[in-house]
């Protein structure tokens, strides 16, 4: 007999009981099975006993908002597609969301089946990056000339910074570490790999991430902007990571 795929699951979290009602009810006539929450506490309880394949988080809620969840979500159940749910023009929760990992946005308000084609897209692109996964295991990056030549076989050098990519960690000029989120990591792993080598925004959504970046290309802009405050000397005159116009990037290594 043929196999059936299992009916993904979508978490819903919301504090608005008549918007959560609505979604269920949308999501469930269109093959998921829903699962709904009115805070994040309640999230937290619901993913301890079954891990949804996506969730929708309402940012602003009571007690602990949306982004927090995420972040929590992000770091414990990495295969989670996320999609936020905000208030049109809340720039900065767009741009905090990226940070922790957030998938997609969609403003409120919003049309019913533009939310369910998000989703669907999310869920497509984690299947796509799992399936990649399985299919061709991701070997540790291959040290290169530039690591060598740190003395470290795995740290390539970014400016007055040194990414490690074995701890998947950048280190500053004073060996203190510096925070970096994993979309920021796997930027720099990418440019490490090219070195020298303009890479248009097609190329860094197809290489350096396999969440959100068609959706959000704006998001490799902003995510330039903050490495670039983090591994340049002067991140108003760009010399690690230049832009090339009309192109992209290109990360440019050498003493700086």
């Known amino acids: 007999m043929p196999q059936t795929t299992p009916a993904p699951t979508v978490l819903v979290v919301d504090d608005e009981p008549e918007l959560r009602a609505l979604l269920a009810e949308y999501f469930g006539r269109n093959g998921f099975i ?31 908002n ?33 940070e922790v990992g957030a998938d997609d ?31 061709t295991p991701t070997a540790p990056a291959t040290p290169t000339a530039q690591a060598a030549a740190t003395g470290h076989p795995d740290r390539v050098p ?3 910074c040194q990414l490690d990519l074995m701890q998947r960690k950048l280190f500053g000029a004073e060996g203190q570490e510096i925070d970096i989120t994993a979309a920021e990591f796997d930027l720099l792993a990418l440019f490490a790999r090219h070195p020298n ?10 290489q350096a991430h ?5 959706v959000f290309d704006r998001s490799i802009d902003l995510r330039i902007m903050r490495l670039r405050r983090k591994i340049e000397r002067n991140p108003d005159k760009p010399e690690v990571i230049k832009t090339v116009r009309n ?10």
């Not at 309640?42 to 309402?58: I, S």
């Not at 597609?81 to 741009?95: F, H, K, N, V």
């Not at 080598?197 to 197809?206: A, F």
């Open 34 to 64: 829903v699962m709904q929450a009115e805070n994040a506490a309640v999230a937290r309880e619901l993913v301890a006993e079954q891990v949804p394949d996506a969730a929708v988080l309402d940012i602003n809620m009571p007690g602990e």
């Open 66 to 98: 949306g982004l927090s969840l995420a972040r929590a979500l992000r770091e414990s159940h990495p295969q989670i597609g996320l999609l936020m749910l905000t208030t049109a023009g809340e720039a900065i929760d767009r741009i905090v969301g990226l």
């Open 105 to 135: 946005y969609v403003a409120k308000p919003f049309e019913l089946r533009e939310l369910l084609a998000r989703v669907r897209a999310v869920l497509r692109r984690l299947q796509v990056g799992a399936a990649a996964a399985t299919t």
């Open 158 to 160: 970014f400016g007055i």
């Open 197 to 206: 080598r303009p890479l248009n925004r097609d190329q860094i959504m197809e």
């Open 210 to 214: 396999n969440r959100g970046w068609d």
């Open 247 to 256: 192109v992209g990037y290109v990360y440019v290594p050498g003493n700086h």
